[in-house]
C-alpha cells in the first residue's frame, strides 16, 4: 500500500503509542513510532511523513525541540503537540513555535480523529508566498509580507488575532487564512461583535431551545454550531461586553458550548479568528478587555498594514477599482490624471482601502470624459475629516455650522463602516444609543 498516507507517532509511553496507532491504522494510515527525539530525527530522515503527533514530555528532550526541528527541515510536515490535561501554556507555546494544533491527555478520540483529518487536509506549499488575487493587491514588501504570512497561518490551527485599522481589510485576510486552510470547504462565519445587542449575545453564539425565553418560538443554532468543522470570525472582538468574554473564553477552552436553555454541551471544532481596530493590549490593561481571553486570542498575531504604509501601491489598487466600478455600472472605465494619482500618494488615508474606494466611486461618478482630475477626488472634504481639529482659524466661518459638518462626517463614517447597525455605530462612537437617536434626528439623517 505505497500511496497510504504515514504518521509519526512520538511518545515514550507504550500505552499512549499503541493507542494511537490503532486508532490511525483504521483511519488507513500507516504509522511509524518513535520513544525519543532522536529515533523521531531519524524517522524523519528515512521516510516522508504526512503529519506527526508528539508528546511534550520525551526522555531525551521535549516535544517542542521537535516541532522547532520539523518546522525547519521538513515544513511541509504538520505536527500536532499532545500535552497534559489543563497544560494551556505548554500548548500555546507550542502553537507558536509552529504545530498545527494540540490534543490534551487523556486522549479524546474523536477529537483526535478530527485533527487528523484536518490535518491530512493540508495542502503541500507549492510556493512560498500566497498568489496575488483581485482581492488582496499590491506588490509592495508589507503586502507581500503579509500574503507570505497568511500561507503560513493556514497551516495552523493556532488562533490569530489580526490588527490593524479600520478599512484596511482585516475580514479579507481572515478569509484568506480560511480559503487557504484545510478547512476551506467548510463554513466562514464572521461576526460582528459590536453589532449584535448585549442581551441577545449568548443566543448568537450559542444558540437558544424553544421556549428557553420570551420570544424564542423555535430552536436556532448559534454561531459556533453553524461554523463547526469551519472558521468563526470575530470581528470588533473588544466590543464584546466582559460577562460574555468570560462565556467566550471556556467556550474556546473546552471546545464545547450550551445553548439557552439546553442541558448538554456540545463538541464543536471551529478555528477562532478575531479582529479589532482598537489596541487590545491598552483594552486589557483598561480593564475593558479578560487578560486570559486575550492571552487566548492573541496565540499569533497579524498586522494588516494601513495604506499609507504601501503608497506604491495606490496606483494597482485604483485601477482595479476603477475598471470595476466601469464594470458594475456598464459605462466606459475612468482614469486617473496623473496629478491626481499624486495627491493620493500623498494622502493619509485614515480610512484605509475602503476609504480609496469610496472616494473613487464618488469620483467616477463627477468626473467628465472618463478622466478623473484632483477636484473631482474632494480631498480638501476628507482631509477636514481626517484632520479633525487641525482647521485653522482662517478655514471657519462659523464655529457652529463647522463642528455640525464635523459631527455629521463622522457620524456618517460610523454607520458606513458598521454596516449602518445604530447600535454598533454608537458604540463605535462612544455615545448611548439615545444620545445617537437623538443627533441622527437633529442632524437629519435617516
Known sequence: MANRQRALIVDDEPDIRELLEITLGRMRLDTRSARNVKEAREWLTREPFDLCLTDMRLPDGSGLELVQHIQQRHPQVPVAMITAYGNLDTAINALKAGAFDFLTKPVDLTRLRELVATALRLRTP???????????????PPMRALRKQILKLARSQAPVYISGESGSGKELVARLIHEQGPRSELPFVPVNCGAIPSELME???????????????????????????????LDEVA??????????????????????????????DVRILCATHKDLAAEVAAGRFRQDLYYRLNVIELRVPPLRERREDIGLLADVMLKRLAESSGLPAAQLNPDALEKLKSYRF?????????MLERAYTLCDDEQIQTHDLRLAESSGLAEAGEASLAQIDNLEDYLENLER???????????????????RLGLTFRSMRYRLKKLGID
Open 126 to 140: 507549492q510556493e512560498e508566498e500566497l498568489p496575488v488575487d483581485s482581492r488582496l493587491l499590491g506588490d509592495s
Open 203 to 233: 443566543s448568537e453564539f450559542f444558540g437558544h431551545k424553544k421556549g428557553s425565553f420570551t420570544g424564542a418560538i423555535e430552536d436556532k443554532q448559534g454561531l459556533f454550531q453553524v461554523a463547526n468543522g469551519g472558521t468563526l470570525f
Open 239 to 268: 466590543d464584546l461586553p466582559l460577562p460574555m468574554q468570560v462565556k467566550l473564553l471556556r467556550a474556546i477552552q473546552e471546545k464545547a458550548v450550551r445553548t439557552v436553555g439546553g442541558q448538554q454541551e456540545q463538541v464543536v
Open 350 to 358: 485614515p480610512g484605509n482601502v475602503r476609504e480609496l474606494e469610496n
Open 409 to 427: 462626517k463622522l457620524i456618517m463614517q460610523a454607520l458606513e463602516e458598521t454596516r449602518w447597525n445604530r447600535t454598533a455605530a454608537a458604540q
